[in-house]
């Protein structure tokens, strides 16, 4: 069946403008989460929806990250007035349920640049 | 604070090699432990761990949990050069948040 997709894969950016970055899990999936994936670096978590809410959003940067979910599937994640420092992949993971016994299954990313 | 330390960060080796990737972590409520194979972009899946001692294999990797030292290994036998990527390593913490490392990167030579 259809994996995690992301969209756009690759986005370029002038500083100070914002962008949005779409999530569609694995129908069914009800868990989802955002994490962000700088150069060199591990994954760090932003935000997890279970549904269409999310008891955890303490992985958000700043106030300028705002994610939602809809219909219990697609996700989007908004950067308001970007920075440079805010360039990375930032990628998408779904799981049949939220919890620690069910894996993540990861969407291929999007690479945001801010220039 | 929550933390998932991986070693090495970076190794290289000669296909055939056999090579040991280190994970520890500390976290609050520790449930499970996850290993995953990034080659490109999206992480792929390779094994979850829960209980200690009991050794997960999937062909030549295999990975194996101490629930008492707090940490994991994950084992590659006969290395070929499609093992090489990041390997990553998270570890659950609370009730939804996985903590991850920064991974090792593993180059098989040929």
């Known amino acids: 069946g259809a994996g995690v997709s992301q969209s756009p894969s690759n986005k370029v950016t002038e500083k100070g403008k914002d962008v949005e970055l779409r999530c569609d899990p694995i129908?069914?999936?009800?868990?989802l989460y955002w994490y962000r994936q700088s150069l060199g670096q591990g994954l760090e978590f932003l935000i997890y929806?279970?549904?269409?809410?999310?008891?955890?959003k303490s992985g958000l940067p700043s106030d300028r990250f705002s994610a939602e979910r809809t219909g219990g599937s697609v996700s989007t994640l908004t950067i308001q007035r970007t920075q440079q420092e805010d360039s990375a992949v930032y990628l998408c993971?779904?799981?049949?349920?939220?919890?620690?016994?069910?894996?993540?299954?990861f969407g291929p990313g999007t690479r945001l640049t801010v220039t | 604070e929550d933390k998932v330390v991986q070693s090495p960060l970076s190794l290289v080796v000669h296909e055939g090699d056999t090579v040991t990737l280190n994970c520890s972590y500390e976290?609050?409520?520790?449930?499970?432990l996850l290993w995953y194979k990034q080659e490109k972009k999206a992480p792929t899946f390779l094994f979850m761990l829960?209980?200690?001692?009991i050794e997960k294999k999937s062909g030549r990797l295999s990975s194996i949990l101490d629930k008492k030292e707090l940490f994991s290994i994950l084992n590659i036998t006969a290395t070929q050069t499609g093992d090489s990527a990041v390997y990553l390593c998270?570890?659950?913490?609370?009730?939804?948040?996985?903590?991850f490392g920064t991974g090792t990167r593993l180059k098989v030579l040929a």
């Open positions: 993971a779904s799981s049949l349920s939220g919890g620690a016994f069910y894996e993540q299954y």
């Open positions: 129908s069914g999936h009800t868990a």
């Open positions: 929806f279970q549904g269409n809410s999310a008891p955890d």
């Open positions: 976290v609050t409520n520790f449930r499970s």
């Open positions: 829960t209980s200690s001692g």
């Open positions: 998270a570890a659950h913490s609370g009730t939804y948040k996985y903590i």
